[in-house]
């Protein structure tokens, strides 16, 4: 298998950043395999993990009661699932549902926390491009929230 | 080639006469949007290059301004898919096969079609703008062989908006790479579910090579043509199907201006990089 | 072109007899309701003699003038605009069957032949605009073309400006140059009361043949110069056109428009008393049988919040937007779609409007403060 650190240098969150902070991070790293259907996480679990999608569909979703599952958005190859390990309380927000078999990277979040407090270069290198993806994220969330198909009738 | 209503009487100006088209065929896209086939009864077909549109209408209950949505090459089966929003719409949708709807058209500026040969041709679709796209994935994909890829991102804001779902994959089979995505879904929703611009990131586009026809809601098309730009397509390369308030069709009422531009006579397709300055003023 | 003519005021009456007698309904000028309008007239007696208007921003007044002039008063709200795009008229009449086909089409009644008695260069400058729209749209109506072509124009040297006129500074008057068939320049002193007249075209040469006059001397071609000299004299206003078309681009956002929002009542006068205002819309009715359908144009204006109706939502919603799609359009975006100024410098929208607003105050607001933000940069 792919060493770890490639894998990890070639995603778009972690691209760029310098050898020996990637062999930190790959080294909270281990692989981890998921079959369709099957959740990864449930909304408002302990966020000790995060991911990086290698092949596959992961689908984040929330239930409400009546309303069934809503899928809010669907992640495939090369992103990252989760950021709640970031930020107290470290709570998941969504359920993660394999849509297809997947095949992840799993990352013990509270180590690598513990190694960002180490070595602040690091923690700064990660919560830069932390920040970018979630900068997209938002900005994409405020796209769905506006709809944009919808004509002035639907926001009114 | 106006659809021509014949024995126009002196004094008539023909172009405000709808040509008689009857309804050969209905069928629902979404639950307020029907896709009807259409075949002239005076026996002329109405030729029209993809983008162009038509006034269309029912009796006499007014005129909307409709995308053509079929085959170029077809031009005997006119192709109108209409969203059912107001009385005229509305009056349009309830019609079924044997009625008659009255079609004045072609007009308009069409999609560049004839000149993007040897290019990657990226096709940018919101909600119901695939339907006056339509027109040019059926010509681009009848001559394949002129074009690098082809590729559709196409996104709604739930599965039971997306139109022509049934056909996506015989144009698939055809040579079109199609990406599909949808604001929110439940689970049954086997497809991405995100914003339609993320498409664009996954597509994995050569910029350089890239052109790009978009067509959705203004909002939509905004964003879309953004991210295009910051990957990199050039503002000559991306083109846009504009809308406004259109009445006659034939530059002389005066309510389809956006700015300097009549969109009946100078759009609606719209190289970006000359409708961009006009696009972003609010209220224009 | 013809010789000038000198036809004195009793012998005026030949020429509507002329024009009678060559079919002609005849339009000119009245005085009803407080104002000159333009109506079918039969003779030189229904002419308003003896009075003038006084016209200001938001305010027109009819006024006794010490003589018996004919033409001694400016343009009041009427143009040559509704003998070229009617307010109101049917486009086609169809019987409608039960499947929705239309048969039995009928068109409009044919277009009558009129005389226009009494069209000022701003006028004609007017029809000059309104006709490259409508004779150059994608497809011409063929009303539209006999509209034209059966309209006799016999224009009138403005002999006086009002406050409101700025023609000079856009290049359409006050001398009337040409775009008629017989011009008129009234000449009335103490002694005589005459016209100096020529004709522009055959058919105008053709009607002065039938009416009394003799050629124009020295004395009178002197006197008929110094009328409209006289009314150049009188102009204050003026717009300040150069470079008015990217001007205005460049301050699509100026706070100006708020400030003029906050006068402006979207009344939509300026629309109808503006001679190259072209905006109409299209009506389909029924009858209570749904068995006919007309199809039907009348004037619309884009000061109207549903100009710019589209699913379900107007684009143009505040007044603020709206006042600025007018003027724009006037002054700026009419060169890119039709390659001239849309305004003629009549003054009409600034007579007519009911708050009195003035494009030319405006555009020079914009310019002004476009100055300023430069020097204090």
Known sequence: MQALDELISASPVFGGMQEKHLKLIADCGRPVEVDADKYLFHAAGVADTFWLIRTGTIALELHGAGRGAVVIETLHDGEVVGWSWLFAPYRLQFDGRATEPCSLVAFDAARLRAKCDEDHELGYQLMQRFASYMAVALMATRMQLLDVYGDARAVR | MLAQYADIPAGVSAATVPAPFEVVSKCQDTPDTYTFELRGRSGHALQFLPGQCTMLSRGGSGEVPISISGDPDEPERLWHTVRSLGLRTAAICASEPGDVLGVRGPWGQPWPVEYLEGSDVVIAAGGIGLAPLRSAILWLLARRQRYGRLVLLYGARTPDQLVYADQLRAWQERGLEVLVTVDSAGPEWLGNVGVVTKLARRAALDAPRTAVLCCGPEVMMRFMVDTLLRLGVGTERIHVSMERNMQCGIGHCGHCQLGPTLICKDGPVYRWSKIQPWINVKEL | ?377
């Open chain 3, 1 to 377: 072109m013809a010789a000038e003519q000198v036809i004195e005021r009793s012998d005026l009456e030949q020429l509507f007899e002329a024009l009678v007698r060559r079919g002609y309904a005849i339009v000119g000028p009245v005085a009803r309701d407080g104002a000159i309008v333009y109506d079918e007239i039969r003779n030189s007696e229904q002419l308003p003699a003896g009075w003038t208007d006084d016209q200001q921003p938001g305010s027109y007044r009819l006024q006794r003038r010490d003589d018996q002039a004919l033409f001694g008063y400016g343009v009041g709200p009427h143009s040559l605009k509704r003998h070229l795009l009617p307010m109101q008229q049917l486009l086609w009449r169809a019987r409608l069957r039960d499947d929705g086909e239309l048969t039995d089409l009928e068109g409009p009644p044919e277009v009558p032949k009129i005389a226009f008695l009494g069209a000022r260069s701003c006028d004609l400058h007017g029809r000059r605009v309104l006709e490259h729209v409508l004779l150059g749209a994608a497809s011409v109506d063929p009303g539209d073309t006999a509209r034209s072509q059966r309209l006799f124009v016999i224009a009138v040297q403005c002999g006086q400006a009002g406050a409101n006129c700025f023609c000079a500074s856009m290049g359409t008057g006050p001398a009337v140059t040409g775009g008629y068939d017989i011009v008129l320049t009234e000449v009335l002193d103490r002694e005589r009361h005459y016209f100096v007249a020529a004709a522009g075209t055959r058919q105008g040469a053709d009607v002065l043949c039938d009416v009394t006059s003799v050629p124009a001397g020295e004395v009178e071609l002197a006197a008929a110069a110094a009328v409209p000299a006289r009314a150049a004299a009188q102009i204050t206003r003026s717009l300040d056109t150069d470079g008015i078309k990217e001007l205005l681009y460049r301050n699509i956002e100026h706070p100006r428009w708020d400030e003029v929002a906050q006068r402006c009542l979207a009344c939509a006068n300026c629309t109808m008393v503006c001679p190259t205002c072209f905006c109409t819309t299209i009506e389909d009715t029924t009858d209570l049988t749904v068995t006919v359908v007309e199809r039907h144009q009348r004037w619309d204006s884009c000061f109207t919040v549903d100009y710019s109706y589209m699913n379900a939502a107007a684009v143009r919603p505040s007044v603020r937007s709206r006042y600025r799609q007018w003027m724009t359009h006037k002054l700026s975006t009419w060169f890119d779609q039709f390659g001239s100024s849309g305004c003629v410098g009549c003054g009409r929208c600034i007579t007519w409007c009911p708050v009195g607003i003035d494009i030319t105050e405006e555009t020079a607001a914009i310019r002004q403060s476009e100055k300023e933000s430069h020097a204090s940069a």
